[in-house]
């Protein structure tokens, strides 16, 4: 049996008020203190957990949106955050940059201060979109991030795990306006989740806005590849802190393993690319 490293991982499922940057980061610090009482080593925040995400269905939102440089000064708070805590944390913001806005998650640690960002690749009109994958060298885990509709992408989270990743995260912001059917809108969303998870044989942190009409869908997945899914942590409430310890094989790539196995398909794939660039 090889060894195996376990981290405790956190996400919070947080009720962000539309475009109150003080108000969300107030409540997210707290957060990030309940966490380390907790003993949570890497932290996840939803996506565009600054500033909330209604006001992207209004018609002069991305125009009055609060939204700064990465790094910046919410980067400077929650750095100082972790280095009084001890926790790596992950958060989401709108990034300014120029030409637009970014829909980004930056990562902070204890001892290195901020590590870097990741951008929303597969980003609605009104961001501009990112184009790297971003793996995180934290003392824990090496760690990948994808923000929400990335999900649909199977390249880019494979990516990560091929970089190194052990563990993946998801800052996400969805919901249905109407509240109703919930379990059976997010079929889609849960299946895609479980899918990087399965193919990539590494765990699923997805840390989800929070509504105040119903419960939202923040989960910590297994990646176990046969029989119902395993959640080793699903919100109950509708603002709410999971946790869940995640074990993995330190010294395994999966990706890799896949790679070595059946070579051919890879380079296959590779040409495909290549020809229809």
Not at 235 to 253: G, I, Y
Request: charge should be neutral; aromatic fraction near 6%.
């Amino acid at each position: 049996m090889p060894d195996q490293k376990t981290v405790r991982v956190g996400a919070v499922q947080m009720i962000c008020r539309d475009n109150d940057p003080d108000a969300n980061v107030a409540a997210a610090l707290a957060y990030c203190d309940r966490a380390a009482r907790r003993g949570v080593e890497i932290l996840c925040f939803p996506e565009c957990a600054t500033t909330g995400f209604d006001w992207l269905k209004q018609p002069d939102g991305p125009s009055r949106v609060h939204a700064e440089p990465v790094p910046g000064p919410t980067v400077e708070r929650f750095a100082a955050k972790a280095r009084q805590i001890g926790v790596y944390i992950i958060m989401g913001i709108v990034e300014r940059v120029d030409g637009g806005l970014c829909n980004t998650a930056f990562v902070v640690g204890p001892e290195e201060g901020y590590m870097g960002r990741q951008r929303k690749v597969l980003a609605e009109a009104v961001f501009v979109p990112g184009t790297e994958a971003n793996v995180f060298d934290t003392a824990p885990a090496r760690i990948g991030i994808f923000i929400c509709a990335d999900m649909r992408s199977p390249e880019l989270s494979r990516l990560l795990v091929l970089k190194g990743a052990q563990v993946l995260f998801q800052p996400t912001a969805y919901f249905h306006a109407d509240g109703g059917d919930i379990r059976r809108r997010y079929m889609g969303k849960c299946c895609a989740q479980r899918a990087r998870a399965m193919e990539n044989v590494v765990h699923v942190v997805a840390a989800n806005i929070g509504r105040p009409e119903y419960v939202n869908n923040s989960r910590i997945i297994a990646p176990e590849q046969q029989g119902p899914e395993v959640a080793l942590a699903r919100a109950t409430r509708r603002e709410q802190l999971l946790v869940a310890d995640v074990t993995f094989d330190p010294d395994a790539n999966p990706v890799r393993d896949v790679m070595a196995r059946s070579p051919e398909l890879f380079a296959e794939y590779a040409r495909q690319l290549q020809e229809s660039g």
